[in-house]
């Protein structure tokens, strides 16, 4: 029985849902406004229904849709329907994996090494999407890296990747990741040419981190990233002027020092050694630091957090490169980033609400082409038109198996562990082709990803990459007409007008023009003796086509 207090609740839901994207809508337009009164010259008109589909499933699901997705979304005659399906693809798993695998590839930039395994971390950050945690306490866990906590324990993995476990690594990386600062020159020297950036800023910073290192706890064999007793301020020279030395205590770039204690001769700790790990100290700056960086009060962590997912939504910062956020080096809308800043913070860094006002925008959802009769050329910084992006590594690994149709059967081999594939063998043919996800991911980001350490922020295609589409043995595998993928069950269909219809839905995401269909009969006539492999080889000149392998 429904009652009336029922009633009224599900009323008051519908309202708060209402008004929530009614805010959005607001912001939304509000961003419009600050980007149009900066354009010179015509902006593109919205993007076609099929473009926005697939746009957005690629960034907010990592993923192209499925053609019955194609098929529905094209169908259907609501005006909402954009908002719905934003909705839609901030609210299911793809999403959390998506964004796992982003800031994965942001954070650890592919380190590896086996300190903690990666599917650790893999949960750790999958779940913190999956659940909607706010962004500066999932940061906040990374920097406290506690592996005491089972749902935390992940997080380690950011300081102890192969590469990142000496100090100096971790103090650059926490500024250029979290706070938008590349001060690696500040290391030896104020920065030759960023003013902001001070040799004091670099060795405030290190000085929370100095103390901390790796420790095994021998009952549980696991690695904990403990901190020891904390001596004092940090002593630096430059090496312009080596005669004169300097000190700094704790503390953020730009910020005051954090006073260290002193403690009497063994009162320095809080907890004794025990189970192989050093003592807890009373003091551990680390943590104050995870504290202090994430504060709402902290405008360079909010405004390096907001530039990098509105980077990760239209293809570029707000601020550009991501790491260099200074003076010299301003916003290409101020008004925009302090506003994006200031609302962040304002709903409790929520990053589906973030999400979901930046795809609402017009500036979101404009075409990526000028529209005709438009005379100067479209700037990245001026989002007159959609940026193309490359399609990442594991966009383009979970695209193309799903467009070949060997998903279902990849995904079911998926070994939880790290399997050890090692390309150079693969390549070389001492080894067959991967036949779970774990390898296959492997093997997508060998080839498509940076080497490890290297920030993947620019789209830089390159031979190889080009070579292994048009060559691999893996992707012509998944091509051939199998009962069950997508040449099996194309081949099947006699009228060729439904062929081409079934090509360009599955693997553009939109219907092909009067033309593109001539073509494709005209293919298919002339090799009629051999139908399926001529269905198979268009199949893979669409995959290995430009319009594919962006996200545009």
Sequence with gaps: MITRAKCRSAVAMLLMCATAVCGQDQLSARIDQLIEAKVNGKVAGPASDAEFLRRSYLDLNGIVPTAAQVRTFLADKNPQKRSKLIDQLLNNDAYSRRFREAFT?????????????????????????????????????????DAGNDLTQGSLKFFTATGR?????????????????????????????????KQADYFGLLAFLNQSKAAKHTGKNQTFLVEGVATGKLE???????????????????????????????????????????GVPKFQPRQILAKE???????RFVENSVNRFWYLMMGRGLVHPLEMMH?????????????????????????????????????????????AGAVQEA????????????????????????????????VKKERPEDSGFN?????????????????????????????????????????????????????????????GRFIGRVEKMKD??????????????????????????????????????AISEYAWALITSAEFKLNH
């Design 423 to 483: 390309f150079k063998d693969y390549i070389n043919g001492r080894i067959p082709a991967p036949d779970n996800l774990t390898d296959t991911m492997l093997l997508f980001t060998s080839v498509f990803g940076n080497p490890p350490g290297e920030a993947e922020v620019e789209f830089q295609p390159s031979m190889g990459q080009a070579l292994f589409l048009m060559n691999e043995r893996l992707i012509l595998d998944w091509l051939k007409p199998v009962e």
């Design 293 to 299: 960086l994430t504060s709402a009060s902290n405008r």
């Design 327 to 371: 003076a010299e080096n301003p916003a290409s809308h101020p008004e925009l980033l302090k506003i994006l800043t200031d609302e962040f913070v304002a709903h409790n860094f929520d990053v589906k609400w973030l999400l979901g006002v930046l795809a609402r925008t017009r500036v979101y959802q404009r075409a990526s082409l000028l529209p």
């Design 165 to 197: 476990t000496a100090h100096d690594q971790m103090t650059q990386d926490v500024a250029r990741l979290f706070l938008g600062m590349n001060i690696h020159c500040a290391k030896c020297h104020d920065h030759p040419t960023v003013d902001e950036f």
């Design 105 to 145: 590839v942001m954070l650890l930039e592919r380190r590896t090494g086996a300190t903690v395994p990666i599917v650790q971390w893999n949960l750790f950050l999958e779940s913190s999407f999956a659940k909607n945690k706010p962004w500066d306490q999932l940061v906040r866990e990374i920097i406290q890296a």
């Design 496 to 533: 060729p007008k439904q062929v081409a219809e079934e090509l360009f839905i599955t693997i553009l995401a939109r219907n092909p023009s009067e033309q593109e269909t001539n073509d494709l009969l005209q293919h298919l006539e002339k090799n009629a003796s051999r139908r399926t492999a």
């Design 379 to 410: 700037t990245a910084e001026s989002y007159r038109v959609a940026n193309a992006k490359g399609m990442t590594p594991e966009q383009t690994a979970w695209s193309i198996m799903r467009v070949t149709g060997v998903l279902e059967e990849i």
């Design 236 to 278: 630096f020279q430059s090496v312009f002027s080596p005669e004169k030395k300097d000190q700094v205590g704790p503390r953020l770039p730009g910020g005051q020092e954090v006073e260290v204690p002193v403690f009497e001769k063994g009162e320095e700790l809080a907890q004794p050694a025990a189970d192989g790990l050093p």
